[in-house]
Nanobody, 115 residues
Framework: VQLVESGGGLVQPGGSLRLSCAAS????????MSWYRQAPGKERESVAT????????NYRDSVKGRFTISRDNAKNTVYLQMDSLKPEDTGVYYC?????????WGQGTQVTVSS
């Protein structure tokens, strides 16, 4: 199983980025897909989740209204559209796939929000 994130980078406050996570080696449509992030010196935290059934979504409060998670099961890809970025959104963003006892992680992509 491979999860490969892309789309990170340096952006000014108020800017936007779109992260992508391409999955392979798993039945993608079965898995709930999530984005996590980890800032320096802090624990990894959940940012957004999109479930396999009905594409229901969950967001942490601090990103509601600014971030949008979506998935394309035909492309085995999950996205995170991040708008109105703030310096506190800085961190390494990780893609996660889970289904029952199966839990997989990507290698992460750096997002830096700074002027």
């Amino acid at each position: 199983v491979q999860l490969v994130e892309s789309g990170g980078g340096l952006v000014q406050p108020g800017g936007s980025l779109r992260l992508s996570c391409a999955a392979s080696g798993l039945t993608f449509s079965n898995f709930a897909m999530s984005w996590y992030r980890q800032a320096p010196g802090k624990e990894r935290e959940s940012v957004a989740t999109i479930f396999s059934v009905g594409s229901r979504t969950n967001y942490r409060d601090s990103v509601k209204g600014r971030f949008t998670i979506s998935r394309d099961n035909a492309k085995n890809t999950v996205y995170l559209q991040m708008d109105s970025l703030k310096p506190e959104d800085t961190g390494v963003y990780y893609c996660n796939a889970y289904w029952g006892l199966l839990n997989y992680w990507g290698q992460g992509t750096q997002v830096t929000v700074s002027s």
